[in-house]
């Protein structure tokens, strides 16, 4: 069984065009993560929910909008997409305990977003 | 910012030899953290050492910790060909999220 779920693994679209990807856990996690792999395998954080509530939000452009229905889903909405979204855009999950640092974190297969 | 920087960024070695990888970071840690990426894959953890921890080792995997200078090394011992892939170190610099480094790409050749 997969742990860490994301749809669609591959992602072609145009410029200025809305686009989401959805991301599913299944190990019983209470925190998710996205995060950006550029194309020099450079991996940076996104945002991070714990129990649904937003906890990490870096300096992304407000074109990319999470939501966490609830605590096994995170989904990424992105709008008015440029050609500098295009990336593998990954989502992890992990236990948090308030306090403590982060445990490890748990990858889904990635996405790969083109943007033409 | 970029917290941990990984040396070298390419290896290639031969099936049976030692590879080891070093990752230098930059401000104060909780715990650094080790994980493995194939080729088009997300990546997989391997261990993790806490500060206070000097050496840990998993199966082939030996991770060293020199918190006086910043750095910590992985050394995979008698490499195999399915090692190939990109390594990264992972920091939590004192919060609540990690930060990656750059990475290492391993090159095992049968």
């Known amino acids: 069984d997969t742990a860490v779920s994301q749809t669609p693994k591959y992602l072609v679209t145009q410029m200025g065009n809305d686009k989401s990807i959805k991301c599913e856990q299944n190990?019983?996690?209470?925190?998710m993560y996205w995060y950006k792999q550029d194309s020099k395998k450079f991996l940076k954080i996104m945002f991070s929910y714990n129990n649904k509530e937003l906890i990490i939000n870096e300096t992304v452009p407000n074109r990319f909008s999470p939501k966490s229905p609830d605590k096994a889903h995170l989904n990424l909405h992105i709008n008015s997409l440029e050609l500098g979204d295009s990336a593998v855009y990954f989502c992890a999950s992990s236990r948090l305990f308030q306090g403590a640092p982060p445990y490890e974190q748990y990858f889904g297969p990635g996405t790969r977003l083109t943007v033409t | 910012s970029q917290q941990g920087e990984e040396d070298p960024q390419a290896l290639s070695i031969q099936e049976g030899e030692n590879a080891t990888m070093n990752c230098s970071y930059k401000?104060?840690?909780?715990?650094l953290q080790w994980y493995r990426q194939n080729s088009g894959r997300g990546l997989v953890h391997l261990i993790l050492i806490r500060s206070n921890e000097r050496e840990k080792h998993s199966g082939r995997l030996r991770v060293t910790l020199d918190t006086s200078k910043k750095s910590s090394s992985l050394l995979i011992t008698a490499s195999r060909a399915a090692d190939t892939a990109s390594y990264f170190c992972?920091?939590?610099?004192?919060?609540?999220?990690?930060?990656f480094g750059t990475g290492t790409r391993l090159q095992v050749f049968p």
């Open positions: 190990l019983g996690h209470d925190t």
């Open positions: 992972a920091t939590d610099a004192a919060t609540d999220k990690l930060i």
């Open positions: 401000t104060s840690i909780n715990n």
